[in-house]
């Protein structure tokens, strides 16, 4: 079966891996990013480019590396696309740690309009006690 066109517009941005201009082609100009409390970096975001400055811009404090593994996707008939899997991490200190996230993002006319973020805040802030 193929991906609905708001599933395969949102698996797009993982397998760019966040590319600059597939996040400016995809999201919409009053996009929303909603990152857990007790995450780094969390908080509510307006815009791709406060996004991309303020939460991406920002270093995770004492991180090296991080990236996002989707493994599940789903979509539903509402411009929903939930996306399951596990950000892999790793402290300076050389603690690795493997976190659960899922992802709500809401497309609408073509374009992401929101992402919601729900992860196991506290394995990554365990982690980063080293």
């Given at each position: 079966?193929?991906?609905?066109?708001?599933?395969?517009?949102?698996r797009r941005v993982y397998e760019s891996r966040m590319a600059p201009e597939v996040t400016k082609e995809v999201m919409a100009p009053d996009f929303v990013w909603d990152i857990t409390p007790g995450f780094p970096n969390s908080g509510v975001y307006h815009g791709w480019d406060s996004v991309a400055k303020d939460f991406f811009g920002t270093p995770m404090p004492n991180i090296v590396?991080?990236?996002a593994g989707p493994e599940e996707f789903y979509a539903d008939d509402a411009g929903h696309?939930?996306?399951?899997?596990?950000?892999?991490a790793e402290t300076k200190t050389g603690v690795?740690?493997?976190?659960?996230f899922i992802h709500l993002w809401t497309v609408r006319d073509g374009k992401a309009v929101s992402m919601r973020q729900a992860a196991d805040s506290h394995v990554l802030q365990e982690a980063l006690k080293g």
């Open positions: 079966m193929s991906d609905s066109p708001d599933l395969a517009l949102i590396s991080f990236g696309v939930f996306v399951f899997g596990h950000y892999h690795k740690a493997d976190v659960r």
